[in-house]
């Protein structure tokens, strides 16, 4: 496998002169330098291909979290089928992407056709997972950024099918990001003030607008991803999340009633476009920042 000959590598390359328990660490053959791995994957085009094959993996999972979550089952077992004539799908069906493009979009069982929507969320997770690895600042950021990241994945599919965005997402999403920033990786204070703000600033957005036009626009759903959003963004990213989600929502809702696809009232998933909103915040917030580093700094 592609992965594993990758992940070899960092292991025959730390030689580093360095002294005491880190050097006897190093030295024992079963040790992993996490830190020299973490490197490779950030650095190297190689370790760059090895991020991107562990994410399509990953996005292949957010796939099955999708379908079946929102339908209450397990995301575990059994093993997937065809939704359509029930035919188990082999090991070597469900590669990433690959399997698609070689069964050219069909069911080998039914030849029904599979959707589209999968080799995107596959690609998709294949780069969420590269962004965060490369731009995080330290490995267990890029872990902590790489799995809210796929959560917010899950939630742009699964309000857009649905209208519902899981308390099984938003809760532990939280409160892993409120534990993260207890240990001390980003300041408890803000991922505080970002639950409040997040959460708290969408609740009242909905009780002003159920109060004015006297109908449920937005859902708690809602409420409960964008206080996850600010556990991890912070309450600058929570705000700018709302603001630009609300902004691209509120213009392709515009832009469905001038084809004359909705009407004004129509409920669009506004869960689908605060998601993608938080991942501009994520990763082009620290974009623009190296880029204003290397412009300045050199
Ligand atoms: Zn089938």
Redesign the pocket.
Known sequence: MAVAAAVAVPWAGCCRSVTGRRARELEDPRHMDWDAVFAWLRHSPAGGVAALIVGLALGSFINVVIYRLPRKLSVIRPRSC?P????RIRPHENIPVLSYLLLRAR??????RIPLRYPIVELLGGLLTLLAVRLAPSPETSLVWMLFALALLAVVFIDLDFRIIPDWITLPGTLIGLLWALMGAFPLRDALLGVVAGGGGLLLIALVYQWVTGREGLGMGDVKLMAMVGAYLGWQGALGTLLLGSLVGSLVGGGLVLRGKGTRLTALPFGTFLAPAAWVVLFGGQLLWTAYLSLFLG
């Not at 359509?84 to 035919?87: D, L, N, S």
């Not at 069911?107 to 029904?112: F, I, T």
Request: glycine share 28%; charged share 20%; with cysteine.
């Open positions: 065809c359509a004539c029930g035919r069911c080998r069982g039914c030849q029904g």
